[in-house]
């Protein structure tokens, strides 16, 4: 968890915003007695593409599950033969 000042939330907004989309919490504070006022947190973490619905850790796709596959295997799979 980060906490923060209002003054240097203000400052650092885009650092703190870069933070949050990791998954960190950040809470923003006011006055000398640094009392918490509010909670800035990501509304959906950015992070890889999951198959599935499931929230639990298991399988993750790649970027490169998205990729066009080679010519060759193309012709495999439309029913060319080796």
């Known amino acids: 968890m980060i906490t923060a000042s209002i003054f240097e939330a203000k400052t650092n907004l885009s650092n703190l915003l ?6 960190e919490v950040v ?11 509010a909670r800035l947190e990501a509304i959906q973490p950015v992070g890889k593409k999951r198959l599935g619905a499931l929230e639990t850790p298991g399988f993750v796709l790649s970027d490169k599950f998205f990729e066009p596959l080679p010519e060759e295997e193309l012709h495999l799979w439309s029913g060319g033969g080796e």
């Open 18 to 23: 870069k933070e949050t989309q990791k998954g």
């Open 27 to 37: 809470i923003i504070t006011s006055g000398r007695s640094r009392t918490p006022v």
